[in-house]
């Protein structure tokens, strides 16, 4: 790359970066105390940087429901962000479903992530509760039948691995979009280019809701291969690289998992991507790190002087 390329490159960057990005936090619903503590430390070092919204998990069999919804209505009252209970379809039938959506409502909860959730702990392989909702996107005409929510659904870049195709996984997902969902998060990925392909293809095929990328920062790698494994995500080779021998220096470890993210959503933004959901694992330090890079900031209130002046 010559001078004058290198100077377009980091222009073009830069003046991508100026433009301010959206940004929303995942979180998951603690277990004890302590992971309650790790928990709303996160969310108050988070909060400054003014989310458009924070979501709490459900569990990927629906086991944290009672959890869930004390920690959706814990930051529904005791701060000012925007909370967003995730719903699935497994373990309930549809009314009941359909209640806890009408619980929401009625506490003004206005936003939902509706997802078909995961197959219960011993059973092979997903099945549909009897008398529930089958599929996610029946979970949206559901939901939208309590009140018209704003909904945000799953999407997957690297194909779901339950899919039969890529296509079918792609009808899928518009099927969601017309059943009346708002809004696409990506699972994670590592490569910009599997986001950017898919954002292509979702064009050609139709949709226009807002399709957001979904960013896990790494903080420990052998888990996040467990759970790429679990949902179909691709972990290159120099990925792995990246992490090697580093499994008793966390402190090494966060900085290259910072490194990471940060190349990947500035690629993003080079790219005219202005919103970005970030897989927190209930952690701050990274996920603040890769906002700041990304030019959020928390907004600097007016000091005395300054009004006077």
Not at 15 to 37: C, G, T, V, W, Y
Not at 150 to 156: C, D, L, P
Request: net charge neutral; with cysteine.
């Amino acid at each position: 790359m010559n001078a004058s390329s290198l100077a377009d490159h980091i222009g073009g960057s830069l003046n991508a970066l100026a433009r301010p990005a959206q940004i929303s936090f995942e979180f998951f619903p603690p277990a004890d105390e302590k992971m309650e503590q790790t928990l709303w430390e996160s969310i108050q070092r988070l909060a400054p940087l003014r989310p458009r919204f924070v979501s709490v998990t459900y569990g990927a069999d629906g086991s944290t429901r009672e959890r869930t919804h004390r920690a959706v209505m814990r930051v529904l009252h005791e701060t000012s962000l925007l909370p967003v209970p995730h719903l699935t379809c497994v373990g309930a039938d549809r009314e009941h479903v359909l209640d806890i959506a009408r619980t929401y409502w009625k506490a003004g909860i206005r936003h939902i992530v509706a997802l078909r959730g995961d197959a219960p702990k011993g059973q092979a392989t997903y099945q549909p509760h009897p008398g529930g909702f089958a599929y996610a996107v029946d979970l949206v005409r559901g939901l939208k039948s309590v009140g018209d929510f704003e909904i945000s659904v799953a999407a997957y870049p690297e194909v779901h691995p339950e899919a039969s195709s890529a296509q079918s996984d792609l009808d899928n997902l518009k099927a969601k979009i017309e059943a009346g969902a708002d809004r696409a998060i990506t699972q994670f990925f590592f490569d910009p280019e599997t986001f950017l392909r898919f954002r292509d293809r979702c064009i050609a095929a139709g949709i226009t809701a807002s399709l957001v990328p979904g960013i896990l920062p790494i903080t420990r790698f052998p888990q996040m291969l467990k759970i790429a494994a679990r949902c179909g995500t691709a972990v290159p080779k120099w990925l792995h690289q990246r992490f090697e021998g580093l499994e008793e220096d966390a402190d090494t470890r966060r900085l290259i998992g910072a490194a990471v993210a940060i190349a990947q959503v500035e690629a993003l933004s080079r790219e005219g991507i202005q919103e970005f959901h970030f897989y927190t694992l209930n952690r701050a330090d990274l996920t603040y790190a890769i906002c700041h890079a990304l030019g959020v900031r928390p907004k600097r209130e007016p000091t005395l002087a300054t009004v006077r002046a």
